[in-house]
């Protein structure tokens, strides 16, 4: 019942936009800034806030991968936005160095004492091997590295292409290199020690650059590599070699928005857990937060990829005062917050292309999406067909069209609706009722 492959036109697929090279979409250009270490301080979210609400719509996205993204850019502010991203330190000398950064860290690196190593070391020293070595630069837009420090916080479940994870052995820290061999599968296939692991992650990744170069069209996913040269090509490239697979195996751990959320100050390193509502906070949210971290807390705030951040350095005798500030904010601090089921995009308060105020709308259908699904996104409200938001499909897709809303079952904001011309409160009706197809 789906239209395949309507395209948005400002989605090019396997492009991954950034601040050098913004992408198109109904809200304007969307400006991706990637956080070295996913570590923002508190000056800086102040900073961001503050572009947000000069050149953008005041809404900041946090992305999958643990990015800031300002979003509705007029074309002709772009090149003033980016003198200040320059002055912040946040502008990469190329496109294509700024592309290659690609790496989601461990949202408390360096200050989780169950980790077997410090990841911020690790990732900053794996960014810099990327981005400074040009013949990496031919990497896939979307290929990405995941530095799990191996603490409290698994990051298995983040889509990307090779995975460093830090494990203890009797010998000391090491790094276990492994690579996606399916989507969410990992194979490991190296044990490094930590100094080791950037080169070893480049030799992959010169490895891939290689083998895709030599394939008709040049595929842009490990897996997809894997799927068609055979790993052990993949090792004849890279100089890797098999390894068993009891090393691979690691403590159970807890991921996803579920194990960020709340407080937790009574735990080692003490830190709070804060949601972005529909997966992005306003100009005014990201300033609060900057102001919670740089007054009670310890000056950063950590991003994940679960859209979520973490604000370390936080005590519990704090929290009476901070409880009712997250609120007032309408910040999400609990796991079961409805929220966490919707996405939306700018709606008509942001974007000229909409024909409903989508975020209203959004809180409105909140609680029914809620109850589709116990965790994850279960709904997308978009305001128009072009579905900035959730460019993949959702299990629910509310599409404003001319003030109505149109439904999709398991689809993107331009596929063929189930049901046509709907209120809002029959839109909500129509969620609620279990014999939907
Ligand atoms: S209404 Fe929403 S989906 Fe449509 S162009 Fe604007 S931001 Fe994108």
Not at 397 to 413: I, N
Request: with cysteine; glycine share 10%.
């Amino acid at each position: 019942m789906s239209r395949p492959d309507k395209p948005n036109p400002g989605l090019v697929k396997g492009w991954c936009p950034g601040a050098r090279r913004p992408m198109a979409t109904g809200d304007g250009l969307l400006v991706r800034l990637r956080i070295t270490a996913g570590i923002v301080s508190a000056d800086l979210a102040g900073e961001i806030a503050d572009l947000s609400r000069r050149f953008g719509n005041e809404l900041i996205d946090l992305s999958q991968r643990a990015n800031l993204q300002i979003r509705g850019v007029e074309p002709q502010n772009l090149d003033e936005l980016l003198g200040h991203l320059d002055r912040l330190g946040l502008l990469d000398p190329s496109a294509e160095a700024e592309a290659v950064r690609n790496i989601v860290p461990s949202p408390l690196a360096g200050l989780d004492p169950s980790a077997a190593i410090d990841g911020r070391t690790l990732a900053r020293a794996l960014e810099a091997r990327l981005a400074g070595d040009p013949t990496l630069h031919a990497l896939p837009g979307k290929f990405g590295f995941v530095v799990d420090e191996g603490g409290r916080l698994s990051l298995d479940d983040v889509a990307v292409d090779v995975k460093l994870s830090g494990i203890g052995t009797a010998e000391g820290p090491r790094v276990l290199v492994a690579i996606a061999t399916r989507p969410a599968h990992w194979q490991a296939i190296a044990l490094v020690t930590p100094e080791e692991a950037p080169d070893r992650a480049a030799d992959l990744a010169r490895a891939v650059v290689k083998l895709r170069a030599a394939l008709p069209d040049a595929p842009r996913r490990m897996h997809e590599i894997v799927a068609r040269t055979g790993i052990a090509a993949l090792f004849r490239a890279s100089g890797f070699g098999e390894i068993s697979a009891e090393v691979a195996s690691l403590r159970p751990r807890r991921s996803g928005a579920e194990a960020v959320l709340g407080d937790h100050t009574h735990e080692p390193g003490g830190c709070i857990g804060i949601g972005a509502p529909y997966g992005r906070f306003t100009a005014d949210q990201l300033a609060l937060l900057g102001e919670l971290a740089g007054e009670r807390a310890a000056g950063e705030i950590r991003l994940t990829p679960w859209r979520t951040v973490l604000i370390p350095g936080v005590g519990p005798e704090k929290m009476p005062r901070i409880r009712p500030w997250i609120a007032a904010a309408r910040l999400v601090f609990a796991a079961d917050d409805p929220r966490l089921a919707v996405v939306t995009c700018a709606g008509s308060t942001g974007c000229r292309n909409a024909t409903r105020d989508t975020r209203a709308d959004a809180e409105h259908l909140a609680a029914v999406a809620r109850r589709l699904a116990r965790s994850g996104t279960t709904l997308h409200v978009s305001g128009c067909e072009k579905g900035c938001a959730h460019p993949g499909p959702a299990p629910f897709t509310l599409t404003a069209r001319g003030g109505a809303y149109d439904l999709v079952r398991d689809g993107r904001a331009w596929d063929v609706p189930i049901i046509s011309r709907l209120t809002l409160d029959e839109a909500a009706a129509a969620l609620a009722d279990h014999t939907l197809p």
